[in-house]
């Protein structure tokens, strides 16, 4: 079992930045993938930001040159660093992993297929 507690999310004016934690604990499985997930109210879940174990990453066209993934792996711990933000980022922030599964891959999947999420952690932008 894998789980996983975000925290850092709060309100921010726009073109303000937002780091947002995720602490992992529990099983460490030698191959994952870790995703940060957003949901804004009436719209579906989206994933927005990718790392693979092997520190491969890649972003949805919507936060590309914005945010940033990024693990610290002695303190098991997973980063969003939100810059330049928008009324449009406001949504509900989701940590997730999936064991052997490459950034790549994760782009083509569905959340279904993601087996460990968080509790989610708030971001609202205000302009």
């Known amino acids: 079992q894998v789980q996983l507690v975000e925290s850092g999310g709060g309100s921010v004016q726009a073109v303000g930045s937002l780091r947002l934690s995720c602490a992992a604990s529990?099983?460490?499985?030698?191959?994952?993938?870790m995703v940060w997930f957003r949901q804004a109210p009436g719209k579906a879940r989206e994933g927005v930001a990718f790392?693979?174990?092997?520190?491969?990453?890649s972003y949805a066209d919507s936060v590309k040159g914005r945010f940033t993934i990024f693990k610290d792996y002695a303190k098991n711990t997973l980063y969003l660093q939100m810059n330049s933000l928008k009324p449009d980022d406001t949504a509900m922030y989701y940590c997730?992993?999936?064991?052997?599964?490459?950034?790549?891959?994760?782009?083509?999947?569905?959340?279904?297929?993601?087996?460990?999420w968080g509790q989610g952690t708030q971001v609202t932008v205000s302009s």
């Open positions: 997730a992993s999936e064991p052997y599964m490459t950034a790549i891959q994760a782009l083509g999947h569905a959340t279904a297929d993601f087996g460990y």
């Open positions: 529990g099983y460490i499985y030698s191959r994952y993938c």
């Open positions: 790392i693979d174990s092997d520190g491969s990453t």
